[in-house]
């Protein structure tokens, strides 16, 4: 991926975290992916639940826009924005959830308001996946 399409990708995470809906936490998440084959940048936001559970956090939300509009889809890289002090890793739940997607190499960026800070393989963040292979 080059420099163009991370600052796209990045881009359009910090605009999505706008939309967040967070009453509860107020803790704004934007999240991008970009696919394999693909210029496109999908990006998602998180939306809190008054029923916990029925939150989804912006990681899943950007993948499901990705499926939903292309289909299937194998992440080339994730960006990740908040504005918090440190920088925001993707909780299990998306990263088990993005392990459908991902490869060991697929690339997640952490990043701030400011810019992207700092970037894993997906390997170094979820080392053992679950993933069920008929």
Not at 25 to 49: H, M, Q
Not at 71 to 96: E, R, S
Request: net charge negative; proline share 4%; with cysteine.
């Amino acid at each position: 991926m080059n420099e163009s399409q991370l600052q796209h990708a990045w881009e359009s995470a910090k605009a999505a975290r706008e939309h967040s809906y967070s009453p509860f936490s107020a803790f704004k998440v934007g999240a991008a992916v970009v696919c394999e084959g693909t210029d496109a940048v999908f990006a998602g936001c998180n939306v809190e639940n008054s029923s916990y559970g029925g939150t989804i956090c912006a990681e899943r939300s950007a993948v499901v826009s990705a499926v939903s509009s292309v289909g299937k889809i194998a992440l080339k890289a994730v960006v990740v924005v908040t504005d918090a002090p440190t920088l925001t890793v993707p909780c299990a739940i998306c990263l088990q959830f993005m392990a459908e997607f991902s490869t060991d190499d697929t690339l997640v960026y952490l990043a701030d308001l400011e810019g992207i800070k700092a970037s894993f393989t997906f390997k170094e963040l979820l080392p053992k996946p679950f993933r069920f292979r008929p």
